[in-house]
């Protein structure tokens, strides 16, 4: 049956190949529109390595100092570890609580060499070892006891490493300066793509070992942090709210003048992509933007299609109507234009997907995320944002959506011809 | 032949009115189009007011308490400011540099609008007339590191007018505050402490980058007194140190030098943490608009190709549609070269029909500056070379859309077209 099909659509496609090859280009093109734009959004929320556990993880980056009195901002920022002790390690329902501080800059050189390179660390704690998924290739992260004992180890991606000293076991034990501040290599780690942005950078150190300059506010809310919570599953993420508003009610309570504002976080992957300064992300309007340029990708190149459809089937009207003759139904024909119809989206969509490959390659810069706003650092998308089964099912549903856009109303049109006059070809 | 076009233009009308409404609105989105990008490309050609090439950002960086060599504060004798002096000093004397300079907010694609660091200061001359300026702080050897005109000897003239007590006006911000006619020597006053200073030259005007129109602004003298007096480990990081390189030595010149000098270069509490050359620095700046632009790249050419399809897969409906028609006149002596011209020109006479409406409308988006007028204002020029340009591309669209289903229907044989009535 399904060879039947094909063989006919090829019939139909030599037929006429200019409107058959004009046909696929203009599914192609709607496809790699779409796909990107898809592919662009979803590499921001999905599990990347080794962040494998976004979508069941709370974020935490902004705080807001605000005077009880008459509710005016005395000052925002990222979080202090007085803020994360008091309302998020305290938390009793999540699974682990992340804290890191964010990327800087600091010149890595070894004894005896006058080589020097710049290279982005990562403050962390040793939370962060459990719960991100990093491939350890030698030697072992710091632990709880290295971490608040504050000891100056680091682990090194595994790229610097080679380039300091030629393997990644070779590294193990040895001392590296950053900045001119002693530490030694514990650990040797795959390298991470800067599409991870929580977790991406090229050493990682305990942040108490760093001894990171504060930002003093009076009540001491804001700091250098920012906090991840892993729920168990996204599920919990209402009952961690829930026992976080509590926390918030006695940590303000003990503040004095002064009450915190975390602008309605924690927040989803989702949210935490579109918040790129303090205050409220505007999630409706992203959202609705989003609908309506993907509405337009989508219908504008259907009703373009529809006029070739419709041109095709033109001279199949007879042929139909003899189909009819011998007892087939209306259902049925409709059904086999659409399956027919549906081959040309196939090829098209398949090409549009390689073709979103590209596009998104030339747009790389706009992926990148604002956690990385002021720092050099350069854009690797990893394979798995493209080859992904998420992403396939997407762009076998674009294609049928186009196609049933495109391609239901011309096939109801020719099946709705009499057939006398079809058989007439009228 | 025109005439009876419009008669069987104003016969299908009802075919018509579809790809006379697609004609339209295509022509609107088109022509959007074209005059985005036409605007585009006038404004990256302009001159810059610097030249990048062959010149690099040395970032300095300050140790912490627990590195190894800090020096406490009790400790310390010189400033943060002596120290950069000395810094200077001794890059100055690397091989192949030719200048060095420090200098506040100034330095090309660094002090703009995404960076967050730009000065403004109002300026005023005698007294009444006042404009908003970007005040860059240099050291005289600015203009030989970033050039800001073409002509060497302009720069060096640049900089030896950045005296103590001058200001160095961009030609634009001269003509706006002092008129045409005002030449250096006269007095101008800077800020709200209104410190007097004289204009000792002029200089070309200078843009944050290529997407941007220049920017009002004005040079003063960042003097080595100052340097020393109010640099500290606070301020430092506000303070760019760039250096321009002869092209001679300026090959792996950032490896080289933070081999050679890593050493040199601790003084105080300050150490070397990388060499950049600018144009990662204008990478950076430009990489919003180029994404931006690349997105609408792309747009266009979704859009492009869509009205492509909407307008040849409506003709080439139409001209089957019409097929007993067209068997009519072959047979009744139309040639098959006459055939096609009849086809084309009709599709152009509905191009044309769409169009005049289609530039009230643009007229309107223009006038109500819903279009791009950062870079130009909307004038009669601008206005016209669009609309030549969409009708352009829109009539070639039309002509690729129609020229498939004319050659088949040239083929046709009379006797099959009439047959099928």
Known sequence: MIIQHLKRAFNIFKDNPYAGLIAILGTALSITMLMSFFIGNRCHTMNIKPESDRDRTLYVKWVGVKYKENDNLLVNGSLSLKTIQACFRSLKSPEAIVVTSPLQPRLVSVAKSNERRKAYVLFTDDMFWKMFHFKLLSGAPYTREEFEAGIKKVVLGEKLAKTLFGSSAAAIGKNIQLSYVNYSVCAVVEDVSSMADYSFAQAWVPYTSANLAATADPAGVTGKYRCQIFAHSSHDFSVIRKELSKQVEVFNAALGDYYVDFYKQPDSRLIETWRFGPGYPDAKGHLLSSFVLFAILLII????????????????????????????????????????????????????????????????????????????????????????????????????????????????????????????NE | MIRHLFTVIWNERKNNGWIWTELFLASICLWFIIDYFYVLGNVVHRPLGYDISHTYRIDMSELSSNSDGYITPSEKKTTTGEDLLLIMERVRHYSGIEAVSLSKSAQPYSATGYSGTMNYQQLYYKDTISITAQEYLVTPSFFEVFHNSADLKVNRLLSQALRPGAVVLSADAKDELMGISASCGEQIKIGQDVKSATLTAICSPVRWSEYFKSNYCFYRLLSEADIAEYINADNFLNYELCVRVDSEHDVRFADNFMLDMSDRLRVGNLYLMEVRPSSILRKAVVAPEESNIMARSILS?????????????????????????MGLRIAMGSSKAGLRSFLITEGLILLTLAIIPAILVDLNMGVAELIDIKWEPFVTFRFIIGLVCTYLVMSFVIIIGIWYPAYQVMHIEPVDALREE
């Open chain 1, 301 to 424: 190149p259907a009703i373009n299609l529809s006029g070739f459809t419709m041109s095709r089937m033109k001279k199949r009207i007879s042929e139909l109507g003899v189909r009819r003759c011998f007892g087939s139904t209306r259902t049925g024909l409709i059904v086999q234009v659409l399956l027919e119809n549906m081959i040309y989206s196939v090829i098209g969509g398949i090409l549009g997907l390689f073709l979103s490959y590209w596009v998104l390659y030339l747009i790389r810069d706009r992926l990148i995320s604002t956690n990385y706003w002021g720092l050099d650092v350069g854009v690797t998308i990893p394979v798995e944002t493209f080859f992904n089964i998420p992403t396939f099912i997407a762009v076998f549903s674009f294609c049928l959506l186009l196609n049933l856009l495109s391609a239901s109303i011309p096939a109801w049109r020719v099946t709705s011809v009499p057939i006398v006059n079809s058989l007439n």
């Open chain 2, 301 to 325: 050419v979704f859009i492009l190709f869509n009205i492509f399809l909407g307008i040849s897969g409506t003709f080439m409906f139409r001209t089957q549609y019409r097929w007993a028609e």
